[in-house]
């Protein structure tokens, strides 16, 4: 996802075409403005990717990069402080950040703020009180997209933060529907803001199906208000995710503390998302498992890549996930073609009971006492070199919903995560079923 950040006032000035300018800036800015700035930069509020305008390079660029990967947007090549790295075109930046949690912090300038404006889902502004002089100007953002969700206070402004609320056009719909997914977990889960998220993001309808909570905006408010009182630490990550057409995916890590002062619980949580025509929220189906700190080979339950690449395959590697369910996982499939779809060079295993390579899983495929069966292939979604499916299995004659995550190469797949959970009874359930 992307995400702009920058300071203005009410006249929608940031900044200053001439160093003179920029110095009388500066000395009418409120104190605090310059940690506000930090924060927003590289402190609290930044991720692990930058980018910002040749133009608008400074010492806070490279403190930044001391903790983030920092782009540098400009297209005459240009000699850079250790640890920038340059781009001359938005594209690269685009293709892997826009549709995808992993999430790219816009600095400024005034044009590659403009230029990623389209992309973007979410953006910090530091609204100082005081007129601060100067003649560059951006306020195409003030054009209705955007919303705010809450403010932070500061002495001589606040900072506004904003959720895209309307698709810039058609082809960025898929972005306010990964945005509107990530913001009902962050905002109404990880910060407490559970009645809010679920009326803002959600559509006319909203069918559940997690174990427990009823259908309906009322219903995830009845689950999770007590939740959030129960569990008043929460450390909440997206760590993979994308959106694929109408529908959303998210693998998200856990870390829960009670109020009681009890060792945190730790979870791994997939998820899925429909929507609706507009990218609210209309349907939710997830799959929850305790997380794994070391699995045989050394891995954790979410470690590993979460970069998407290879855009163009991915209708082919969503068919090879398809043809390695039906022809190998389910019954009447032939464990001994696993090798057509499963690289036999590099497979990187995330289930907290196999090891790596492909004789381990072939291992398990071909055991006398075969505990896990594929019955049916619910949902698929990928993006790039990653593929998700939620799929109706039966382990040990127990039905279950289960998750598997997909990264692959050339083709093959390189690396597996997984997420499977126990199918409750028709008598416990709490909405229509995890299917």
Same mark, same amino acid.
């Given at each position: 996802m ?19 300018g920029?110095?009388?800036r ?14 927003l930069?590289?402190g ?20 930044a ?19 920038l790295?340059q781009v ?5 930046l ?14 400024g300038?005034?044009?590659?703020l403009?230029?990623l404006l389209p992309?973007?889902t ?10 601060v ?27 506004l ?14 972005l ?7 913001a009902?977990?962050?905002q109404?889960? /990880?910060? #407490? $803001?559970?009645? +809010?998220a ?6 006319? !309808?909203?069918?559940? @199906?997690?174990?427990? =909570? ?26 993979r ?17 009670e109020?009681s ?14 929507t ?10 997830d799959?929850i498992?305790?997380?794994?700190p070391?699995?045989?080979s ?6 590993g ?20 369910i039906?022809?190998?996982?389910? /019954?009447? #499939? $032939?464990?001994s +073609? ?7 060079? !590099?497979y990187v295993? @995330?289930?907290a009971? =196999? ?20 019955d ?6 990928g ?11 039966n382990?040990k ?5 289960q ?6 190469e050339?083709?093959r797949?390189?690396e ?20």
């Amino acid at each position: 996802m992307i995400r702009l950040a920058f300071m203005t006032d009410e006249t929608r000035v940031i900044g200053a075409s001439t160093e003179q300018g920029n110095a009388a800036r500066f000395e009418v800015m409120p104190p605090a403005l310059a940690g506000v700035m930090r924060e927003l930069y590289h402190g609290r509020y930044a991720g692990e990717h930058i980018v910002v305008g040749a133009g608008s390079l400074g010492q806070w660029t490279e403190a930044a990069a001391r903790e983030s990967k920092v782009w540098v947007l400009g297209r005459e090549p240009r000699e850079l402080p250790e640890g920038l790295e340059q781009v001359t075109s938005i594209k690269p930046l685009v293709d892997r950040f826009a549709n995808s949690v992993e999430e790219l912090l816009v600095a400024g300038g005034a044009t590659t703020l403009r230029l990623l404006l389209p992309y973007a889902t979410r953006i910090d502004i530091a609204l100082t009180d005081a007129t601060v002089p100067g003649d560059v100007r951006f306020d195409e953002w003030d054009d209705g997209s955007f919303g705010v969700i809450s403010e932070t206070p500061w002495d001589g402004g606040r900072t506004l933060h904003l959720v895209r609320t309307r698709a810039a056009e058609p082809a960025t719909l898929e972005l306010l529907r990964l945005s509107n997914a990530v913001a009902l977990y962050m905002q109404g889960i /990880r910060d #407490g $803001d559970a009645r +809010r998220a679920i009326y803002a993001y959600t559509g006319a !309808r909203y069918t559940q @199906h997690s174990t427990g =909570v009823p259908d309906g905006p009322e219903g995830f408010l009845e689950f999770f208000e007590p939740f959030l009182a129960r569990n008043p630490e929460r450390d909440i990550r997206a760590i993979r995710g994308w959106a694929d057409g109408r529908k959303v995916f998210l693998h998200v890590f856990q870390s829960l503390k009670e109020s009681s002062g009890e060792g945190a619980a730790q979870w791994v949580t997939t998820d899925l998302f429909d929507t609706d025509d507009e990218g609210k929220i209309i349907e939710h189906w997830d799959v929850i498992a305790a997380y794994a700190p070391k699995t045989p080979s050394g891995h954790t339950s979410v470690d590993g890549p979460g970069e998407i690449r290879d855009l163009p395959a991915t209708d082919r590697n969503k068919q090879v996930v398809r043809d390695l369910i039906t022809n190998v996982l389910m /019954r009447g #499939g $032939d464990p001994s +073609r696993v090798g057509e779809y499963i690289s036999a060079e !590099r497979y990187v295993e @995330h289930n907290a009971e =196999v090891s790596d390579g492909l004789a381990a899983f072939r291992a398990a495929l071909e055991a006398d006492e075969r505990a896990l069966w594929y019955d049916e292939i619910v949902l698929l979604t990928g993006r790039g070199n990653f593929v998700s499916t939620l799929c109706k299995t039966n382990w040990k004659g127990q039905p279950f919903a289960q998750v598997d995550i997909f990264r692959l190469e050339d083709g093959r797949v390189v690396e597996h995560w997984d997420c499977a959970e126990p199918c409750p009874p028709p008598q416990q359930l709490a909405n229509s079923g995890k299917f």
